[in-house]
């Protein structure tokens, strides 16, 4: 009976010995499975608020997942996938002609998965009596066409409108760019470093519009949002098309986003050079799954693959559900 039992031990030792070396390389790490392993990515700067809670859950659900994630511009972050520093990107647009190119040469093709759609945010300082535009002002403001207070309210003061984006190289200066038709930017316009930045200018100078993207002014169950969002005012924009009942004004807020009500949209993609099935392609996975799709959903954004219901409320306006 003793020897039975001793043997019985000893297999079982074996052979939890043996599921812990499948599941290591040779260095004693996690192999690289799409839920266990290591991996480097790199995120637009305007994404950090909800990819920290997407990364808390994944490596809660998986312990032998380790992302470590890098927050930079838009730019910089097709730099690090180009280069191989990361795997994966969480971004606004997707590949170049020439980015394509690039991965062709190399034999690889990286796989593009919408996430989300969000918006571009313009704030003002609470004191500031201007809180409504147009897209077409939106647009001036962008290109200097529109330079003064005075030429979106003939009240308001004869001084200039100062524009401040997140970073010279983000994601969200290209969009706005584009937004605006590709022209020069307003020669009042300047970058800070990050949306925290933005955030705190406008709130101490009146006569800036800040630009930086939703997720930092969305998410009012995170009380380090809400700390920045109320130093400023988050404003309103009409659409281009004020016909079919749509010439009010609308804030970035869920429903519109959804509705395209609220004209500065634009859509989240993640974007992998995987060779193979990896913690990479698993990470992508759980962001375009049910439990990753509910997280974009709380946190104020509009989920690319989860069915979402409007609910008029009165007056067109809109409350967002599952």
């Not at 010439?247 to 959804?258: E, H, L, N, R, T």
């Not at 954004?301 to 219901?309: E, F, G, H, N, Q």
Request: charged share 25%.
């Amino acid at each position: 009976m003793i020897k039975l039992i001793l043997l019985n031990l000893s297999f079982l030792i074996i052979s939890i010995f043996t599921f812990t070396s499948c599941n290591q390389n040779q260095n004693g790490e996690p192999e690289d499975t799409p839920t266990s392993g290591k991996i480097n990515i790199t995120v637009d700067e305007t994404f950090k608020p909800i990819i920290d809670s997407e990364i808390a859950v994944f490596e809660s659900l998986y312990k032998y997942a380790s992302i470590n994630v890098s927050y930079k511009p838009e730019e910089k972050a097709f730099e690090d996938l180009l280069d191989d520093s990361a795997r994966i990107i969480i971004v606004t647009r997707e590949l170049t002609t020439a980015e394509k190119k690039h991965f062709e040469d190399l034999k690889l093709f990286p796989r593009i998965t919408k996430i989300a759609y969000d918006a571009v945010a313009l704030l003002t300082n609470n004191a500031n009596p201007d809180s409504l535009f147009t897209d077409d002002q939106v647009k001036k403001i962008i290109t200097g066409e529109i330079s003064k207070w005075n030429q979106i309210n003939p009240k308001s003061q004869n001084i200039p409108i100062q524009l401040v984006f997140d970073n010279k190289n983000s994601g969200t200066l290209r969009y706005l760019k584009e937004y605006a038709g590709n022209k020069n930017l307003s020669i009042n316009s300047f970058a800070e470093d990050s949306s925290n930045a933005v955030i705190d200018y406008v709130s101490k100078n009146k006569n800036a519009i800040g630009i930086i993207g939703v997720t930092w002014v969305s998410d009012r169950n995170d009380s380090t949002l809400l700390s920045f969002i109320n130093k400023v005012r988050v404003d309103e924009v009409s659409p281009p098309d004020s016909s079919e009942g749509r010439g009010d004004y609308y804030k970035p807020y869920q429903a519109y986003i959804a509705t395209k009500y609220y004209p500065l949209w634009r859509t989240v993609y993640i974007i992998s050079r995987e060779a193979r099935a990896g913690l990479g392609t698993g990470f992508a996975s759980f962001l375009a799954g049910d439990k990753g799709q509910k997280i974009i959903l709380k946190t104020g954004l509009v989920p690319a693959s989860m069915p979402v219901r409007l609910v008029e409320l009165r007056n067109q306006n809109f409350q967002i559900t599952k």
